[in-house]
């Protein structure tokens, strides 16, 4: 399994990211961890996390915040990471996560990796999920948070971010967590419903089912079709938890 390489040219730019993005670290002042993570958190405040791609330290302060104390992030950007250090974070800066992962296998209880998988090129992508698999310890969970293809805005998000080399549907983020040795694979709150009130539920289910209705009856029309085996989800963010 080969590191991925970067030319000096693109290890500029991933350093220049997020001035490039118009993203600061006041962006994520009002951040807070989403619903549906609150509930795959571990009981044990000493568990040990795994931040991958944690940018600005945005999930590891409000992991912090919640009383988490073995929390750690990784990052290949040096902004970020001198940043996430000025807030008395745990995070290194890596050159390869294949690397990184041979020296921390079996470690951490839960990873997590918010939009970083589709930054990753598709030849490197299932060596990449290998090595994440490879950290976790017996009875761990890897969370993977990506952009959603077959969301209204699917097309949109993947040329918005110049970056992003893949886009995922929840059939193909399968197959790829799959493919990397991955099982009790789950999508996390598939219909966004976490949070919302029981009124609020109810109306986003019926919306929903007429949304699908329409598109069943346009791809009659149109002679398209799904996957059949595939989970169809639509909001613009796939979460998926699996395990080893």
């Given amino acids: 399994m080969e590191p991925i390489q970067y030319t000096e040219t693109e290890k500029a730019q991933l350093n220049a990211y997020f001035k490039n993005r118009g993203i ?12 549906y993570l609150k509930d795959e958190l571990p009981s044990d405040k000493n568990a040990p996390i795994l931040d991958i791609g944690c940018g ?15 929390i750690k992030g990784i990052d290949i950007g040096h902004e970020s990471v001198n940043f996430c250090k000025s807030q008395e974070l745990n995070v290194d800066l890596i050159q390869s996560i294949e690397d990184y992962a041979e020296q921390n296998k079996g470690r951490y209880s839960l990873i997590l990796m918010s939009h970083v998988l589709e930054h990753i090129p598709k030849e490197n992508c299932i060596d990449t999920l290998v090595a994440i ?52 694979i789950e999508f996390l709150d598939p219909k966004c419903l976490k949070g919302l009130s029981a009124f609020g539920q109810w109306k986003r289910k019926i919306l929903l089912r007429l949304y699908e209705i329409q598109l069943n009856f346009w791809n009659r029309v149109t002679a398209s079709s799904f996957h059949k085996p595939s989970p169809r989800i639509y909001s613009f963010e796939l979460k998926a938890k699996a395990g080893v």
């Fill in 24 to 35: 600061d670290p006041d962006y994520y002042l009002s951040f807070q961890l989403p619903v």
């Fill in 56 to 70: 600005f330290g945005q999930m590891l302060l409000r992991l912090r915040d919640q009383g988490y104390t073995n």
């Fill in 133 to 184: 698999r490879k950290m976790l310890a017996p009875g761990g969970s890897y969370i993977v948070m990506v952009p959603n293809a077959q969301s209204h805005t699917g097309v949109y998000w993947m040329y918005e971010d110049f970056t992003h080399y893949l886009l995922f549907t929840a059939g193909s983020l399968t197959y790829a967590l799959q493919s990397a040795g991955f099982n009790r």
